[in-house]
């Protein structure tokens, strides 16, 4: 059977609703969904003539006595290329660590917001399964940390934290700004943790995850009967955070009617259920975060302006893992440590050139991806220490990086290389003599050029081509 264009995903669930929703989300995306309700019939679909297309199975973990694993190994047995995505609404890292082991790619947890879903999706099909550790583990691990035991000791990463520590003492509105990944939430945790309202619950909601539908009824509640399934009278976010604190993650999601009420709620104080008539009087702190700039929707029109100051009392701006990767080190064996607690894992070394490897890749999902790419390689990892094959893709993805630069360089580019193939800086005066050899080239052998751009007097330039035993007309 010829495919379509469209990419083909198998979902196994045995849930109506939860098949109409993940269908419609992928089904808009250009995805084209099959189902199956169990185990059984999702093997019998593999040998389907769409089954023998797939490019993604994701796999709910619907009922407690299932035993997912089984599944995922069975699906593999059949199909090793074929990546299989976990989907489950128990935070369990005991069950992530068994689905991982059995083979699965990745491993989500609901509530999971589409866009979130779509990412991986797409990541599972571009690579094949192999590309778990790049995409964010759903999975959290327990236990927030205060500010005292946040790891990192890159200028800008400090100051951001300085400032949020003086910002937790008061009842003030904190705008947390960074990309996903780069400890929003851990941030958000360490303020609610450092201040007087610690005893008190710190309730969390996704905006980016709610439907605009329900966002209102999710924030403030409703009244039985107020819309069709409203069967109970249910209390929303805002009411379960009376005397402590909300935090409201991605909050450039929210609608513009959305907003409009939560300008409202901050302001006043005061909440309406949705079907009610009475207001009611609450205290709660609102932190706020988003991986987009605020002040940018807000100049398009995409963000109300008023709203913007109310919540932007306090910015605090995390900056992305790149620009401090100095952290790395410490911040990788911080979360093998954390990582080493959990059920059915063990405590794990990190070799030098595991960390050399770790410290060239860019890690685009910030922190949360240097977690679940430890994560998986502490999961598959029968050593005592993680050494460099136990981050295949990433080393892939930077061989493959490299090899443009390799080629421009072969056509005549130019480019000085500073490590060794064994991941090791190559010593000061091979890395001298290249620049020299370059500066030549691109200058045409114009001596008094060379050294001028260089920075150096003639008779030092031939002093050190003497020395480096490079010849007049290097090119």
Excluded at 98 to 123: F, Q, S, T
Excluded at 151 to 169: D, T, Y
Excluded at 234 to 262: I, M, N, Y
Excluded at 351 to 367: E, F, I, K, M, S
């Amino acid at each position: 059977m010829a495919r379509n264009g469209s990419r083909i995903l198998l979902l196994v669930d045995d849930e109506p609703a939860q098949r109409r929703l993940i269908g419609a989300i992928a089904g808009r995306a250009g995805w084209r969904v099959l189902y199956a309700s169990d185990g059984p019939a999702a093997l019998a679909e593999l040998g389907s003539p769409d089954g023998t297309m797939l490019d993604v199975v994701l796999m709910d973990h619907w009922a407690p006595d299932a035993d997912p694993a089984q599944l995922i190994r069975a699906i593999r047995a059949r199909r090793p290329h074929l990546p299989v995505l976990m989907l489950t609404a128990t935070a369990s890292v005991s069950t992530a660590v068994d689905a991982m082991r059995a083979g699965a790619a990745d491993y989500l947890v609901k509530p999971i917001a589409p866009h979130r879903l779509l990412a991986a999706l797409d990541l599972a099909a571009e690579n094949g399964g192999g590309g778990g550790e790049l995409r964010p583990l759903a999975e959290k691990m327990a236990a927030p940390l205060g500010f005292d035991e946040i790891v990192g000791a890159a200028p800008r990463f400090r100051a951001a934290l300085a400032i949020a520590a003086k910002a937790a003492r008061a009842r003030v509105c904190v705008l947390i700004e960074g990309e996903s990944g780069s400890g929003k939430e851990v941030v958000a945790q360490a303020i609610h943790a450092a201040s007087p309202r610690a005893k008190k619950a710190l309730v969390t909601v996704n905006c980016g995850a709610i439907p605009e539908n329900l966002i209102e009824s999710e924030l403030f509640g409703h009244e039985r009967g107020a819309f069709t399934g409203a069967f109970d009278r249910k209390p929303g976010r805002f009411h379960e955070a009376d005397g402590g604190t909300l935090f409201l993650d991605e909050v450039g999601e929210l609608s513009s009617d959305a907003q409009v009420k939560l300008l409202r709620a901050i302001e006043t104080g005061e909440i309406q259920p949705v079907g009610g008539r009475a207001r009611r009087d609450l205290d709660v702190r609102v932190i706020a975060a988003t991986n987009r700039t605020l002040a940018d929707d807000v100049a398009a029109g995409r963000f109300r302006e008023d709203l913007y100051y109310r919540l932007n009392v306090v910015q605090v701006t995390i900056p992305p893992l790149r620009e401090r990767k100095g952290d790395i080190p410490m911040l990788s064996r911080h979360l093998l440590s954390r990582i080493a607690a959990q059920p059915g894992m063990r405590g794990l070394g990190l070799t030098d050139d595991a960390l050399q490897l770790l410290h060239a890749y860019d890690w685009p999902g910030n922190v949360r991806q240097l977690q679940n790419a430890l994560f998986r390689a502490a999961v598959l990892c029968d050593g005592d220490a993680l050494t460099r094959d136990d981050f295949p893709q990433i080393a892939r993805h930077l061989a493959a990086a490299s090899r443009p630069a390799a080629a421009a360089l072969a056509g005549g580019a130019g480019g000085v290389t500073l490590f060794e193939p064994d991941g090791h800086v190559r010593p000061l005066d091979a890395i001298e003599a290249d620049v020299i050899r370059l500066a030549i080239g691109h200058y045409r052998g114009r001596m008094t050029e060379v050294a001028r751009r260089l920075g150096i007097g003639r008779s030092t330039l031939y002093r050190k081509l003497g020395e480096l035993g490079i010849g007049d007309a290097a090119a």
